[in-house]
């Protein structure tokens, strides 16, 4: 059966006719000229094709940079892993475990502050690891990982001397509290921050205004 093209166009939208312009090469003879004649019969030119074409791209580059903002939810975290990042981080834990195991016994810990420090250890190097590189070379992100592992080192270790030894159930669970630890002071970190800098611009434009005569 034979498809009655120039019907078929005149049905269709403007978008949807400068779509099929854009993929002109994909048609059929028949079907390219139906479609010239109708974009002639609304006026719509090679102009109008670019436009549309134009516009499509934004709009889908601006999907994908939703798609990208949704992912990374816990910014400043990655939304995965790649291989490299956990042995790396595989790597470091090892490295600080066999360096701190080589000391000698007077500058071990406690065995009561051991376990806290482990999961804190961890947990840390997880975190900077996760980091997008972005925000690794921020001061305030290290200045929030130090503070947030000392607060973390200290609620730990007060946990495991009221319960008794942590379970992997309740290691876990410590590790994910670092995690949102960190997150809430490396966000009020940028708060402060914007203030101090809110503070500073504003100091910087009253001190550059001329004095009026």
Same mark, same amino acid.
């Given at each position: 059966m034979r498809i009655d093209f120039s019907t078929e166009?005149?049905?269709?939208?403007?978008?949807?006719?400068?779509?099929?312009?854009?993929?002109?090469?994909?048609?059929?003879?028949?079907?390219?000229?139906?479609?010239?004649?109708?974009?002639?019969?609304?006026?719509?030119?090679?102009?109008?094709?670019?436009?549309?074409?134009?516009?499509?791209?934004?709009?889908?580059?601006?999907?994908?940079? %939703?798609?990208?903002?949704? =992912? /990374?939810? $816990?910014?400043?975290?990655?939304?995965?892993? #790649?291989?490299?990042? +956990?042995?790396?981080?595989?790597?470091?834990?090892?490295?600080?475990?066999?360096?701190?195991?080589?000391?000698?016994?007077?500058?071990?810990m406690g065995s009561e502050w051991q376990d806290a420090?482990?999961?804190?250890?961890?947990?840390?190097?997880?975190?900077?690891?996760?980091?997008? %590189?972005?925000?690794?070379? =921020? /001061?305030? $992100?290290?200045?929030?990982?130090?503070?947030? #592992?000392?607060?973390? +080192?200290?609620?730990?270790?007060?946990?495991?001397?009221?319960?008794?030894?942590?379970?992997?159930?309740?290691?876990?669970?410590?590790?994910?509290?670092?995690?949102?630890?960190?997150?809430?002071?490396?966000?009020?970190?940028?708060?402060?921050?914007?203030?101090?800098?809110?503070?500073?611009?504003?100091?910087?434009?009253?001190?550059?205004?001329?004095?009026?005569?």
């Amino acid at each position: 059966m034979r498809i009655d093209f120039s019907t078929e166009y005149s049905q269709r939208s403007d978008d949807e006719l400068l779509h099929l312009a854009s993929q002109r090469h994909s048609l059929a003879t028949d079907a390219a000229v139906a479609l010239d004649a109708e974009l002639h019969r609304r006026s719509l030119t090679e102009s109008d094709r670019i436009e549309h074409e134009r516009f499509v791209k934004r709009q889908e580059q601006s999907e994908i940079e %939703s798609r990208k903002q949704n =992912r /990374i939810a $816990f910014a400043p975290f990655r939304y995965l892993l #790649s291989w490299r990042d +956990l042995l790396w981080a595989f790597g470091i834990i090892a490295l600080i475990s066999f360096t701190y195991l080589a000391l000698p016994r007077r500058y071990h810990m406690g065995s009561e502050w051991q376990d806290a420090a482990f999961i804190v250890m961890i947990t840390s190097i997880l975190v900077a690891v996760s980091s997008q %590189s972005i925000f690794r070379r =921020r /001061i305030v $992100f290290w200045i929030s990982l130090v503070i947030s #592992s000392a607060i973390h +080192l200290f609620v730990v270790h007060a946990i495991t001397q009221k319960v008794g030894n942590l379970n992997r159930g309740a290691g876990k669970g410590a590790a994910v509290f670092g995690f949102l630890l960190f997150f809430g002071v490396y966000k009020f970190g940028l708060f402060l921050q914007r203030i101090f800098r809110s503070d500073e611009s504003q100091v910087t434009v009253v001190n550059a205004r001329p004095f009026s005569s």
